[in-house]
């Protein structure tokens, strides 16, 4: 079962290279018609083709450095932003102190004090 799908991927990968030298072919062809530019697809296509090693190219690495170093100061917001924020934040608290004053306002009445002696049965 197994060695079917690989034989397949290995047949499918044969066909692929196969149109995509045809391609390259007929790419050739128009680029020597039009006056003999290379495109950045061909560029792209040989330098992938070229690499045989794995990973993130070194160029990649000196990109990320560079972004490390690249650092970021403090945001900045601006006062419409921090009123916006006040007012919302004063919206919560009042509606947070209504609730708890509903609470306390419909919790039942405390019973008084009761003695600790019963009364006398009469």
């Known amino acids: 079962m197994k060695s079917d799908v690989l034989k397949e991927f ?11 030298k045809q391609l390259q072919e007929r790419l050739n062809t128009i680029n020597a ?13 040989a330098a992938l083709s070229s690499r045989k090693s794995r990973g993130r190219p070194k160029a990649a690495k000196q990109v990320v450095k560079a ?4 650092k970021r100061g403090p945001r900045k917001m601006s006062e419409a932003a921090k009123a916006r924020i006040a007012a919302a934040q004063k919206q919560r608290w009042e509606r947070i102190r209504a609730q708890k004053a509903a609470a306390a306002g419909a919790a039942p009445a405390a019973p008084a004090e009761q003695s ?3 009364a006398p049965q009469g």
């Open 10 to 20: 290995a047949a499918l990968r044969a066909l692929l290279e196969k149109e995509r």
């Open 33 to 45: 018609v039009l006056g003999g530019q290379t495109t950045d697809v061909e560029k792209a296509v």
């Open 67 to 70: 972004q490390k170093a690249k």
């Open 116 to 118: 600790a002696s019963p």
